[in-house]
């Protein structure tokens, strides 16, 4: 009989993206295999408190786990000695890996990776730099220009900078990068805080709101394109999946367009040529690879209509997981089903081991 791995599975965070992350976490969990783990649910309320939950799964949607008898505080000590858990009644939990299912800010930025690390627990996708890496915008870009990796024109700008001279930052920037402008918070996760800015005092106003959510904000030339998806699996030797298109509902793919609106229609494969898609998944890997990805990443790009150009866009290391999400979708495409997807992204976190 083979032995069970014990598996903590990390979800909800204090994060803008904290409600697709229970839903996330259930769908993950109803496509385990149960023979092969005991699996530990570790619960992120909005405001930062950790506890162990242990009750019906169902109750994940929409934040009615926080209010289960269950609860019992707990956190992932950093001491490598315990290798897990401490509950609050002092009680230590072994962990064999851990799958943090947290998407944005505190999960996919390196903080949580961070802890992992120290505490020398294996786990999925990437390691404390790369998700840092990935997480900035700025950074991101940064790296996709040096590998020349191609994409739109970009720029930075700092709230410190922009306070002290907005008028010459934001006439520089509509010189550079024409209109319209996409004006991104540069560490927000998930689409949230994203604005399109069609002439100077729309830039202002998504630079407010961009400056809500991060102290930094990415300004992007607008792409008149197709957005595509790649999903890629793997340590040293990475893989693409098949190329998914989304046909947003909203004049761009926000928050809502992705969660809340059905009316965006998902594309597997992508409708473009076969020499783009493979073109894509060629960029992808490379993306992956120059941005130090392990594990698991949702690679986006345009695919512009005029003249079929690929473009980076942006990773995500930690992709949704939702029953409607494209990464599982897109890796079902190529006969990975979900369960064995599970699997798989377990066992690269093991081939890599706690010491980082």
Known sequence: MNHKLT?????????????????????IITNLDYSKYNIVLIGITKDGRWFIYNDDINLLPEDKWIYSKT??????SPDTSVHG????KGEIIRLDVVFPVLHGKNGEDGTIQGLLQLAQIPFVGCDCTSSGVCMDKAVTNAVADTFSIPQAKWCAISQFEYKNNTETLLDRAIETLGLPIFVKPANAGSSIGISKAHNKEELVTAMEIAFKEDKKAVLEQFIDGFEVECAVMGNNKPIAAEVGQIVAAAEFYDFDAKYNNPQSILHIPAEIPEDKRNEVKALAVKAYMALGCEGLSRVDFFVTKDDGRVLFNEINTIPGQTPISMYPKLFEAIGVSYKELIDRLIDLALERGGKI
Do not use: Y
């Not at 858990?85 to 609050?88: D, F, N």
């Open 7 to 27: 598996l903590g599975i990390i979800f909800g965070g204090v994060s803008s993206e904290h409600d697709i992350s229970c839903i996330s976490a259930k769908s």
């Open 71 to 76: 609860l019992v505080p707990a956190f992932i």
């Open 85 to 88: 858990i401490v509950t609050s």
